[in-house]
């Protein structure tokens, strides 16, 4: 059943199921990746800072030589020689976690291209876990055979790789004249070595991590993918049923054509096909309107049901198949007429104002 339901999961997962993946911490992350990040970045810290470092150890160094005779342990001094040594430590450690943390956050953040979430549900307890069987699976496991994989890989690079290295130094006879040399020039060697070492090894594991971003980037990705019927299930539940979406989607043109037939006895006049199409339009030139407005228009029978309207109302219907079909095709409701139209219309207002000329009584 498992291998069928995975077979089923065809579809790429909707924005949704990804962020409910989210909201369970279930993102693409390597920790490969972020452990590299994490060595490079304290091997810089190291290397930029190394000249702060050696400076306050010169200074607490001579300070503690140079003071001994004088320093006395007691229960008074003994606070005051602690603040004295956090005062040289903290210069030297506080810039190198600082920078690793904020390595560390970055690399997190870039994983996840720099959303922040709250996981509440991945900091809720599961009893899964405590399941002996469920355990005994993931040790033979896929994803842990290829971890077992990666292991191995990074052991066999890293001994290459330091080999290498200290077989290169060996052969230019580097080590034998450290014997000759102060402290300070074989701590210099040391670090440089280990610098050298620890930035080829970071190297190669960059690749590995990156490589490893993409394989668990494609796992995940594997993991969410969903049924075609699930994609179904998911529209049905945040956007309703097509029968739903077709009775609301019917409701909406009954309230804009209501609304739109209260606007016909306000019109100045209808332009009409005959009968097929009506088009009320409304110009007010004392509110100093720019140009007439379409406040209506319809085929069939909402344009039978303008004319009804507009005839109990006494407002003009003017046949003009041309102009009615212009305005029908070109203007919405609402919107003001076209500059191609002005003259037609214009044309059109003036037989009304003929028509209400003739309306008015003679007194």
């Not at 956007?239 to 043109?253: A, D, F």
């Not at 407002?315 to 007429?337: C, H, Q, R, W, Y």
């Amino acid at each position: 059943m498992a291998e069928q339901s995975a077979q089923d999961r065809t579809e790429k997962a909707t924005p949704r199921r990804r962020e409910k993946e989210r909201e369970k911490g279930q993102i693409p992350k390597s920790q490969d990746l972020i452990s590299v990040t994490v060595l490079f970045a304290g091997v810089l810290a190291f290397y930029f800072n190394s000249d702060n470092i050696m400076g306050n150890i010169t200074k607490f160094i001579i300070h503690v030589y140079s003071e001994a005779s004088f320093i006395s342990i007691s229960t008074t001094s003994l606070p005051m020689q602690i603040s004295f040594t956090i005062k040289y430590i903290i210069p030297i450690l506080a810039p190198i976690p600082l920078f690793i943390m904020s390595a560390s956050i970055v690399i997190n953040l870039a994983q996840d291209n720099f959303k922040i979430i709250f996981a509440k549900k991945a900091l809720k307890p599961k009893f899964s876990a405590l399941n002996p069987i469920q355990g005994i699976k993931k040790i033979f496991s896929l994803s842990s055979l290829v971890e077992l994989v990666k292991g191995i890989l990074k052991f066999i690079i890293v001994g290459f790789i330091a080999y290498s290295v200290l077989k290169k130094h060996l052969e230019l006879n580097e080590f034998w004249i450290l014997y000759n040399v102060t402290v300070a020039e074989t701590l210099v060697f040391f670090g440089k070595l280990l610098f050298e070492l620890s930035v080829k090894v970071g190297a190669v594991l960059l690749v590995l991590g990156i490589a490893d971003f993409a394989y668990q980037k494609w796992q995940h990705e594997k993991k969410i993918k969903m049924s075609k019927q699930e994609v179904k299930d998911e529209r049905k539940q945040y956007e309703g049923s097509p029968e739903l979406k077709g009775r609301i989607r019917s409701i909406q043109l009954q309230v804009a054509r209501r609304r739109m037939m209260s606007a016909v006895p306000d019109a100045t006049v209808v332009v009409t096909n005959p009968i097929f199409i009506a088009v009320a339009i409304k110009y007010e030139p004392m509110k100093n309107t720019d140009a007439p407005v379409v406040v209506a228009k319809g085929k069939r029978k909402i344009a039978e049901k303008i004319r009804e309207i507009a005839s109990l109302n006494n407002i003009p219907i003017i046949e003009n198949k041309p102009l009615a079909k212009s305005l029908f095709d070109t203007t919405e409701v609402g919107m003001e007429i076209s500059m191609a139209l002005y003259q037609a219309v214009a044309e059109i207002l003036a037989q009304v104002y003929k028509i209400n000329q003739k309306l008015i009584p003679i007194t």
